[in-house]
T-cell receptor
Framework: DSGVTQTPKHLITATGQRVTLRCSPR?????VYWYQQSLDQGLQFLIQ???????AKGNILERFSAQQFPDLHSELNLSSLELGDSALYFCASGGLETQYFGPGTRLLVL | AQSVTQPDIHITVSEGASLELRCNYSYGATPYLFWYVQSPGQGLQLLLKYFSGDTLVQGIKGFEAEFKRSQSSFNLRKPSVHWSDAAEYFC????????????FGKGTKLSVKP
């Protein structure tokens, strides 16, 4: 158990819809990272928050957004969903030297 | 551009045999280097990491990795594979001056024959 929690575990939705994925970092960690794992793109970094502020951005689509709240949990919002957004979404907490990954949210867009 | 290459998509070894998974990186300066393992339906677990110093690093589950600067490589090894090692293995790098976002290779899937 990494100490990072993610909800929900699975999500099935339709194209055009909007979903929110939630992540709680390990106790004491200020950084949250979001990654997407898909068959064609592999594991890609999406976005990082540190203590409520956006710190780094990767290959995140404009339809996707994230935020980190005062209690340090983070949410990843995916809107106008397309079939190609079906993937496993991980969040991780930690920092430069070590990141601990949550179990992921598997999103299926039908 | 920064990148990580894992040239072997799928490797099959017999239980008890030795294992080496290859990883090469392309980066401006020596990054921090990591190996993660992902079991089916699971998240990513850190096996080991290299920052500096001794180029042979030990990790969990009997794994080790050797950093070779001249070859820009960070290969993962295990002397004797167990059936429970069947999983997907990812090599990753982080730039020393970065915010910590990992750049991953495409992964190597390991199958273990009884």
């Amino acid at each position: 158990d990494s100490g990072v929690t993610q909800t929900p575990k699975h999500l099935i939705t339709a194209t055009g819809q909007r979903v929110t994925l939630r992540c709680s970092p390990r106790s004491g960690d200020l950084s949250v990272y979001w990654y997407q794992q898909s068959l064609d793109q592999g594991l890609q970094f999406l976005i990082q928050y540190y203590n409520g502020e956006e710190r780094a951005k990767g290959n995140i689509l404009e339809r996707f957004s994230a935020q980190q709240f005062p209690d340090l949990h983070s949410e990843l919002n995916l809107s106008s969903l397309e079939l190609g957004d079906s993937a496993l979404y991980f969040c991780a907490s930690g920092g430069l030297e070590t990141q601990y990954f949550g179990p992921g949210t598997r999103l299926l867009v039908l | 551009a920064q990148s990580v290459t894992q040239p072997d998509i799928h490797i099959t070894v017999s239980e008890g045999a030795s294992l080496e998974l290859r990883c090469n990186y392309s980066y401006g300066a020596t990054p921090y280097l990591f190996w993660y393992v992902q079991s089916p339906g699971q998240g990513l677990q850190l096996l080991l990491k290299y920052f500096s110093g001794d180029t042979l690093v030990q990790g969990i589950k009997g794994f080790e990795a050797e950093f070779k600067r001249s070859q820009s490589s960070f290969n993962l090894r295990k002397p004797s594979v167990h059936w429970s090692d069947a999983a997907e293995y990812f090599c990753a790098v982080v730039g020393r001056g970065s915010q910590g976002n990992l750049i991953f290779g495409k992964g190597t899937k390991l199958s273990v024959k009884p």
